[in-house]
């Protein structure tokens, strides 16, 4: 069911240093920052040979990664996003075999304008799972 791995997803308090850190002091090359309203963060895109790394900020009053932020003061890793072929029949398989979808199950349009779904971290090891459809 799971292609590559489109992203890592780090958890940053401070989007300029956490951009600054990558692209001065590792080398990287990342892009503009850009604000997802209906995700309640804002990301930065580290590209990277095989995949990429997205550092995320809270967004508005409700980010989702706030909580997170709490919790992790200096940041941490959030989330790893998968691809898939079909994300509707992968969601269908998914909670059939008894998996937690997160949200009302619809894709959202994420990052790179395409749908993606969140499965819940505590039927997967502990890790929150974005799958995306490519
Ligand atoms: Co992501």
């Known amino acids: 069911m799971l292609g590559r791995v489109n992203h890592v997803a780090i958890a940053v308090p401070d989007l300029e240093a956490a951009a600054a850190s990558y692209r001065a002091t590792l080398g990287c090359q990342i892009s503009e920052p850009q604000s997802l309203p209906e995700h309640g963060v804002t990301v930065v895109f580290v590209e990277l040979p095989n995949t990429k790394i997205e550092l995320l900020h809270p967004l508005g009053e409700n980010s989702p990664i706030a909580a997170f932020l709490e919790k992790n003061p200096s940041g941490g890793m959030h989330h790893i996003c998968y691809e ?45 799972i974005e799958l995306e459809q490519v």
């Open 84 to 128: 898939v072929g079909d994300i509707i029949v992968a969601r269908d398989r998914l909670k059939e075999a008894g998996a937690r979808v997160l949200g009302d199950g619809a894709p959202k349009i994420g990052a790179h304008g395409k749908p993606v779904l969140f499965l819940h971290p505590k039927d997967f090891q502990g890790t929150l």
